[in-house]
T-cell receptor, first 109, second 116 residues
């Protein structure tokens, strides 16, 4: 079983829709990261969270430590938001990040 | 401050050849992580290095794969005698300290290795 589970795997939305991507993890973590990967592209770090909520522009990330769950929200989605969004956690112990398999988002004009 | 630089971006090798992937961390970062992303799969940890030291190589295949991070120069991931199954995107990340609560890692653009 993967330490990090994401849902949904694939998501198609109309431009302007509010989008939510979920991430659950089963281990003790020191931080959770949301990453963005465009097709054939590199990986960009969007957020690093250890508690609460963060907002950058139209992106909002929340984390509930007790429930071991995080959500990434995109408000007023746009076709340029089309990408794979990856949840990753760094553990309390250990030297690495564990990744979810990603959510492939397509925003249709 | 340039980001994490990986080169080459694309690499084609014939079966049996050697592949060398380079990663220059962000300025001031002494911790480097290598990850592999197989087609249709998530990222998997390979190795964690600090300058001149391998800290954790639990994700590295036992044979043909090696990594180094010398005192001067980039980190190198070396794959000897490549096989078709090595075709993947290899990502490098760097951080100023060990991955943890207050440590954000920055990723490179990746090297896409194709073995023909």
């Amino acid at each position: 079983k993967n330490e990090v589970e994401q849902s949904p795997q694939n998501l198609t939305a109309q431009e302007g829709e509010f989008i939510t991507i979920n991430c659950s993890y089963s281990v003790g973590i020191s931080a959770l990261h949301w990453l963005q990967q465009h097709p054939g592209g590199g990986i960009v770090s969007l957020f690093m969270l250890s508690s609460g909520k963060k907002k950058h522009g139209r992106l909002i990330a929340t984390i509930n430590i007790q429930e071991k769950h995080s959500s990434l929200h995109i408000t007023a989605s746009h076709p340029r938001d089309s990408a794979v969004y990856i949840c990753a956690v760094s553990l309390n112990t250990g030297n690495q990040f564990y990744f979810g398999t990603g959510t492939s988002l397509t925003v249709i004009p | 401050n340039a980001g994490v630089m990986q080169n080459p971006r694309h690499l084609v090798r014939r079966r049996g050849q050697e592949a060398r992937l380079r990663c220059s961390p962000m300025k001031g970062h002494s911790h480097v992580y290598w990850y592999r992303q197989l087609p249709e799969e998530g990222l998997k940890f390979m190795v964690y290095l600090q300058k001149e030291n391998i800290i954790d190589e639990s994700g590295m295949p036992k044979e043909r794969f090696s990594a180094e991070f010398p005192k001067e120069g980039p980190s190198i991931l070396r794959i000897q005698q490549v096989v078709r199954g090595d075709s993947a995107a290899y990502f490098c990340a760097s951080s100023p300290s060990r991955a943890g609560r207050n440590t954000e890692a920055f990723f490179g653009q990746g090297t896409r290795l194709t073995v023909v």
